[in-house]
Antibody, heavy 123, light 111 residues
Framework: QVHLVESGGGVVQPGGSLRLSCAAS????????MHWVRQAPGKGLEWVAF????????YYADSVKGRFTISRDYSKNTVFLGMNNLRTEDTAVYYC????????????????WGQGTLVTISS | DVVITQSPLSLPVTLGQPASISCRSS???????????LNWFHQRPGQSPRRLIYKVSNRDSGVPDRFSGSGSGTDFTLKISRVEAEDVGVYYC????????FGQGTKLEIK
């Protein structure tokens, strides 16, 4: 059973930094790309970042490019989102989402979501 | 960048009546492999989103057959044939053809 558990959220001052973690279990972590998606309070969903199954490519939304870094640790089955120079508009629940298998295409992309972790940027 | 415009943003519906949500893209969503990566999600308050439909018209396992997706190119539609109480919440479309982007969301409520 696919399980994604985010952690690392909290309250940070503007300009500060934070690193989110997403612990994955129940599937072959090294075979799947991973996304981060966020949702500001009372607002819609916004795609944030993606890392390929082998870490070879990373993509970012324009709103976070140059400030956020997605990475993964295969020994820990964990994907990370490093966030620097945080702004009040980064306040949101951040979800970890699994993409499809990178070795053989499947239709499982965006089918599995974590429960989210709340990041609040406030002075 | 691909911009997704969803409408309506609010959708009051009587139980048992049909509902329809539109999703329009600023560019064609046909990918180089011939597939169209337009997907639909449902989110209830306090919950993570759940995928309902993938690649325009394919229902996920466990999704009632009253939900259907259609469309091509830049215009797509999610239809609910007869709205039930459990269908309340916010519906989002997501394009995955050129990076990824969500529509603004449509809040479905019961009249």
């Amino acid at each position: 059973q696919v399980h994604l558990v985010e952690s690392g959220g909290g309250v940070v001052q503007p300009g500060g930094s934070l690193r989110l973690s997403c612990a994955a279990s129940g599937f072959q972590f090294s075979a799947y790309g991973m996304h981060w998606v966020r949702q500001a309070p009372g607002k819609g969903l916004e795609w944030v970042a993606f890392i390929r199954h082998d870490g070879s490519n990373k993509y970012y939304a324009d709103s976070v490019k140059g400030r956020f870094t997605i990475s993964r640790d295969y020994s820990k089955n964990t994907v990370f989102l490093g966030m620097n120079n945080l702004r009040t508009e980064d306040t949101a629940v951040y979800y970890c989402v699994r993409d499809s298998n990178g070795y053989y295409y499947d239709d499982e992309y965006f089918h599995h979501w974590g429960q989210g972790t709340l990041v609040t940027i406030s002075s | 960048d691909v911009v997704i415009t969803q409408s309506p943003l609010s959708l009051p519906v009587t139980l048992g009546q049909p509902a329809s949500i539109s999703c329009r893209s600023s560019q064609s969503l046909i990918y180089s492999d011939g597939n169209t990566y337009l997907n639909w999600f449902h989110q209830r308050p306090g919950q993570s989103p759940r995928r309902l439909i993938y690649k325009v018209s394919n229902r996920d396992s466990g999704v009632p057959d009253r939900f259907s997706g259609s469309g091509s190119g830049t215009d797509f539609t999610l239809k609910i044939s007869r709205v039930e109480a459990e269908d309340v919440g916010v519906y989002y479309c997501l394009q995955g053809t050129q990076l990824w982007s969500f529509g603004q969301g449509t809040k479905l409520e019961i009249k």
